[in-house]
């Protein structure tokens, strides 16, 4: 919280009126530097998933995991920011964004941007800018590479899965739709619609038992730090999406492994481990 001390509010909220670009999303990627070209840290050779044979379920987080969101979510709040004055009409960084807004739900947001501005007021600047979200995502998307591999290995193996996030309804239902997953997952979780959402592990654990998983017959596929101690605190190890965050802090908040997206081959090592182990319980039965 001390980070945010320098920053400012003003007493009255103005809906921005810059535009912003629609068909090319290249010109907001660039203000967002990818982790493995900004970071040095040696690449971890662990590539195992410790989980219980049968693999039963797997659970992802949408935004940033699912397909490259974090561009759009930092263009729009940095511009709408600006246009309020905040940090004194100074563009937020990239640095502020994920380290204090990136895979936060919006109740917690009003209290962490304006902790001055009453709820409904900030509510409002929240929504305000989910649809500015909207309306360019809508436009611009698509999906992490190797996601259809992975979902169709899933689809293949017969695995339950899940959506969990902390982004509104809205937002998931349409970066779903748009990815082509609406027949994919089986059940999605909203983290403002559990008692907790992430970093708490309400959201996976609600997930849990609406599949009748167990977490140890499971794992997570997350790109945050609140996403990934969530997933940690429900009980199942995680593999970090390091596309956009960086991957000492993504071991830190305690993902077993982190990848770059879903054609890792550390992904798919411990794919197939988790493969060999089905496959010998089957023998057994």
């Known amino acids: 919280m ?97 380290k204090n807004i990136s895979g936060m739900h919006n109740d917690e947001l009003c209290n962490v941007l304006f902790p001055d501005w009453d709820f409904q007021r900030a509510i409002k600047f929240m929504n305000d800018k989910e649809d500015m979200f909207r309306k360019i995502v809508s436009e611009q998307l698509k999906p992490l590479d190797g996601l259809e591999d992975v979902c169709k290995w899933i689809e293949d193996r017969g695995l339950k899965r899940a959506a969990v996030t902390n982004a509104p309804r809205a937002n998931a239902e349409l970066i779903i739709s ?34 009748g998983v167990s977490p140890k017959h499971a794992f997570v596929f997350e790109d945050s730090i609140s996403g990934i101690k969530a997933g940690v605190a429900a009980g199942m190890p995680v593999v970090g999406l390091g596309l956009r965050n960086p991957e000492k802090l993504l071991s830190k908040a305690g993902a077993t492994f982190v990848i770059k997206n879903f054609k890792d081959s550390k992904l798919w090592t411990a794919l197939e481990e988790l493969e060999t182990e089905m496959d010998a319980g089957k023998m057994k039965t």
């Not at 920053?7 to 530097?33: A, C, E, G, I």
């Not at 935004?63 to 937020?92: K, V, W």
Request: hydrophobic content about 40%; overall charge negative.
């Open 2 to 98: 001390t980070a945010l001390l320098s920053f400012h509010t003003v007493p009255s909220y103005v809906l921005p009126t810059k535009p912003f670009p629609r068909n090319n999303l290249s010109t907001l990627v660039p203000r967002m530097s990818l982790s493995s070209s900004t970071s040095n840290q040696q690449i971890s050779n662990k590539c195992s998933l410790p989980v219980d044979a049968p693999l039963k379920a797997i659970l992802f987080d949408i935004d940033g995991t699912l397909c490259d969101s974090d561009p759009i979510h930092y263009y729009a709040f940095r511009e709408m920011l600006q246009e309020i004055g905040f940090n004194g009409g100074a563009p937020i960084s990239e640095e502020f964004f994920v």
């Open 178 to 211: 748009m990815l082509g997953l609406a027949d994919f997952f089986e059940l999605l979780v909203i983290g403002s619609e559990c008692e907790r959402a992430k970093p708490f592990p309400d959201p996976y654990m609600k997930a849990l038992q609406e599949l």
